[in-house]
């Protein structure tokens, strides 16, 4: 039987809040994974607020979410995290992902664990399609995401204010019929 969460380079698991307090606190110092995270400025969060954060928000009985932390195998590094959320009555779900550690940037981590958050969304939560969003200016995410299915399905052309400049936010999605296909199922 194959481990769902266990790809060729990371693992999904799930952790204690405090646990990995810490390491968003120092991820969210870092300008360059904020910028290409999230819309709004950079927050440096302390250890606590992302503690008080990951217990009250991320409450998959509270928001009907699927969030994972991600480790790498070799040392069992925490690197990074991808959650589902929310999963709604029709069958349709958004990912969001996250690599705080620069190390594991542009290597495969990325596609990796998004490959196992599909597995996860259409094999064990039977979800019809999967969507997501990234900035224009994030081309590794996008090459990422075309690698484990994702297609561009539509932009909001100049969304966002970066450096002086407007950037388009892609909207790229995936549906259960197309990953199947893709993973020979």
Do not use: C
């Not at 939560?125 to 995410?141: I, K, Q, S």
């Amino acid at each position: 039987m194959t481990d769902i969460f266990r790809g060729e380079l990371v693992r999904l698991t799930s952790e204690e809040p405090q646990t990995v307090a810490a390491a968003f606190a120092r991820w969210g110092r870092d300008s360059e994974f904020n910028r290409l995270l999230d819309f709004d400025p950079a927050r440096a969060w302390s250890e606590k607020k992302w503690k008080e954060f990951l217990e009250k928000d991320l409450d998959p009985d509270q928001n009907h979410s699927y969030f994972f932390h991600v480790r790498e195998l070799v040392e069992d590094k925490l690197i990074g995290f991808v959650g589902l959320s929310p999963i709604w009555a029709h069958g349709n779900a958004w990912v969001g992902i996250g690599f705080g550690e620069r190390d594991y940037w542009g290597k495969g981590y990325g596609t990796d664990a998004m490959r196992l958050a599909l597995r996860f969304a259409f094999m064990e939560l039977n979800l019809h399609r999967v969507t997501l969003d990234v900035f224009e200016y994030n081309p590794r995410a996008i090459r990422s995401y075309e690698k484990a299915g994702f297609r561009e399905e539509g932009r909001r052309r100049q969304m966002l204010l970066r450096n002086g400049r407007r950037w388009d936010e892609i909207e790229m999605g995936i549906l259960r019929e197309e990953w199947l296909k893709l993973n020979g199922k």
